[in-house]
């Protein structure tokens, strides 16, 4: 059956978007919709072909035009994205790309890439997307709108905050990384898998927390007015691999990934606020970001990190293991 009311595909927009405004135009809620489809949640980056199939025949397009979007999240690794919601509203959207839409009578949507658990930007603008949790998508004169639960519009009256270069830098390398592609000399690590490897056994480390410390990644908080949380591990709770940053804020993975440059950069390759603000880019391995992430993770997550050296790539297991070494020698 075709649906009265079919927008095309935004370039850019993720397959999760384009279905909640199909959904949306229609006057139906995201889980009526897929259940009216018969299908669940949408996935962005490897959706079903029955799934492509069917909505391409509900909205009257072609079936190469919505496989088109879902190609583009599928140079995104499952493990690396985030799960479908059954909600339908997905994690974060551009608040500069929004407030074009709403200039220019459009619908207002949200990019592929902001499906990945690795990606905090807007790939047009280079922005920080703005999380969805508290909007929807509201029907206004035929057009829609993210709307808050105070009615506001995302993008609309804010001031946007730019991100650090080189945490755009490392939003890229590890894209480059999936396709196998080696990260360029202003990492520290430069086999192809490296930057894998190392995101997915340090993850973890930068959030946990000691005690009274913070997590390290929250050294790299940049939005402490936002009010969603800064999410923070105990050290016993400490696993490894991307999947802990499930379901987890914009403000959280963007700290993650701040304190991840940290790590895996080249220090005299620190620039911004990640170079100023803690002095590390001349500063030697044994007092340098390593050496204080191991104050924050602790005694307990100290020694787990030894034990985790192995599976690091050899550049980053060296500096890890100078600042262990320090540790040891100064808190005994
Ligand atoms: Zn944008």
New binding site residues.
Partial sequence: MRLPIAPRPIEGEGLSSWTARLAAHNFVDPTAFWSWLDVGAIDDVAPLLTTIGQLAEAAGLPITEIAALAARGGSLRPGWSLNAHDHGLREAA?????R?AADAGRDQWW?AESQAVMWVS??????VLAGLDLFNLTLEAGRLRLVDEEGRSLGAGRTIPALDRRLLDLESAIADAMTGEAPNVSWRERSAPGPLRSITVLTGYVLARERQRPPFAQLFDTDRTSGSHMFALDPEELANGVAILQGRSVRTRRNVLAALVSLLSKPAALTGELAEALQWRTAPDHRGPFRVLADHIGEFGRSRLRADLARLPTAIAESAETALDRATAELG
């Fill in positions: 551009c608040p500069s790309c929004c074009d990019p807007c790939p047009i603008h280079r922005c």
